[in-house]
């Protein structure tokens, strides 16, 4: 059964280090399929005086924040526009695709495309899922939505799936499906029991 070992400078905190450990033991699992309870995965730490690279004493780096959190963070300021706090979240070059191909680059732009599709909408998370890469880490996170039409009929129950860009601890880019077009179409008011539609 495979033992991961790592060792790290001391001073990363317990939830850093539990975050690292889940991502090892998670990495192994997929990659050479090994059983759960087979996966043994440590942390060793040094501490600083004991510690050199390139001949010098090293400190713990600032790790980033995790991934889905950054998407919760931004996601509930946009719930509450408030666009100053969201956009804190957000990278140099952050684009959104939106369904229908609609692509923007403004916060403000956002708002008013959404304005032309409802009158309110709020999302019910079902889960986030973290696909971390060397560059970037991938967040997924899906549920449904609710909120008003612009004629002030209520919906619900529509489902939706964002996909987030996580680079250097700011969001890079997402990209949004949803059923809403599916529920306009039909007049429904909710579409939670459907099976089928599609994602664009």
Excluded at 143 to 163: K, M, N, Y
Aim: charged share 25%.
């Amino acid at each position: 059964m495979p033992v991961v070992q790592i060792t790290l400078i001391e001073g990363y905190d317990a939830d850093t280090k539990a975050r690292l450990l889940e991502a090892l033991t998670a990495s192994v699992r997929t990659t050479i399929g090994a059983p759960l309870d087979g996966i043994t995965v440590m942390v060793n730490e040094v501490g600083a005086a004991d510690y050199r690279r390139g001949g010098r004493q090293r400190t713990p780096g600032v790790p980033p924040p995790p991934a889905a959190g950054l998407v919760r963070g931004f996601l509930a300021a946009m719930e509450r526009r408030d666009l100053d706090a969201a956009r804190a979240f957000l990278g140099p070059d952050f684009a959104m695709v939106f369904p229908g191909d609609v692509r923007l680059r403004r916060l403000e732009d956002l708002v008013a495309f959404g304005q032309s599709r409802y009158r309110s909408v709020r999302k019910t998370f079902a889960g986030f899922d973290e696909v971390p890469g060397l560059d970037e880490t991938v967040v997924y996170c899906h549920g449904t939505l609710a909120g008003e039409w612009p004629d002030g009929t209520p919906f619900d129950g529509i489902r939706f799936i964002d996909r987030f860009a996580i680079r250097d601890g700011l969001i890079a880019g997402q990209w949004v499906w949803n059923d809403m077009g599916e529920a306009r179409a039909g007049g429904t008011t909710t579409l939670g029991g459907r099976i089928g539609g599609t994602l664009a």
